[in-house]
Nanobody, 115 residues
């Protein structure tokens, strides 16, 4: 069983930056494809970014250039660096890990961007 724990959320002014972290328990992190999702109030959960086991990253088109996903397999951690934040980035951000048919989720971390 894998547990994912997000951290790093908080309140930031528009134009600011935050770095989210997601720490994974267990020994299979390096074979998990990881992703960040977010869910704003009243909206469906949406994909933010993905990173493969080989650290190949992909992003939602609307977020390219502002967000960067990375992973450190030695620390069992995936990161999401968020720059030039906008009020519309306000959401709960969730970490996700997948391998085969297994699908793991963190509890989420709140990001609030004030204008």
């Amino acid at each position: 069983q894998v547990q994912l724990v997000e951290s790093g959320g908080g309140l930031v002014q528009a134009g600011g930056s935050l770095r989210l972290s997601c720490a994974a328990s267990g020994s299979i992190f390096r074979i998990l494809a990881m992703a960040w999702y977010r869910q704003a109030p009243g909206k469906e959960r949406e994909l933010v970014a993905t990173i493969t086991t080989g650290s190949s990253a992909n992003y939602a088109d609307s977020l390219k250039g502002r967000f960067t996903i990375s992973r450190d397999n030695a620390k069992n951690t995936v990161y999401l660096q968020m720059n030039s934040l906008k009020p519309e980035d306000t959401a709960v951000y969730y970490c996700n890990g997948r391998w085969d048919i297994r699908d793991y989720w963190g509890q989420g971390t709140q990001v609030t961007v004030s204008s």
